[in-house]
Nanobody, 118 residues
Framework: QVQLVESGGGLVTAGGSLRLSCAAS??????????MGWYRQAPGKQRELVAD??????TYAGSVQGRFTISRVNVENTVYLQISSLNPDDTAVYYC???????????WGQGTQVTVSS
């Protein structure tokens, strides 16, 4: 069974940083058919894609470009999201996502809360 577990969220002040992690079991992140992504959902807003990575290629939402960094450590089967220069608009539940392009299946973690105070 595929399981994704996020951690690393918390309460920080504006300008601070956190490193979010997503540990996987039942799936290999480094498989070329798997795209890994981080999404977030703030109160009253739609869930949005923050960053994703497929192979060596990464993309970012314009609102986080230059502040967030996605990375993958294959030996740990873990994907990370470094989030920096945080502001209250970054407050959201952050979710890990994996999509297999061959099977079309998508998997989600339970989310980790990030709260940024002004």
């Amino acid at each position: 069974q595929v399981q994704l577990v996020e951690s690393g969220g918390g309460l920080v002040t504006a300008g601070g940083s956190l490193r979010l992690s997503c540990a996987a079991s039942g799936i290999i992140f480094s498989d070329c058919d798997n795209a890994m992504g981080w999404y977030r959902q703030a109160p009253g807003k739609q869930r949005e894609l923050v960053a994703d990575i497929l192979g060596g290629n990464s993309t970012y939402a314009g609102s986080v470009q230059g502040r967030f960094t996605i990375s993958r450590v294959n030996v740990e089967n873990t994907v990370y999201l470094q989030i920096s220069s945080l502001n209250p608009d970054d407050t959201a539940v952050y979710y890990c996502n994996v999509k297999n392009s061959h099977s079309g299946r998508t998997y989600w973690g339970q989310g980790t809360q990030v709260t940024v105070s002004s």
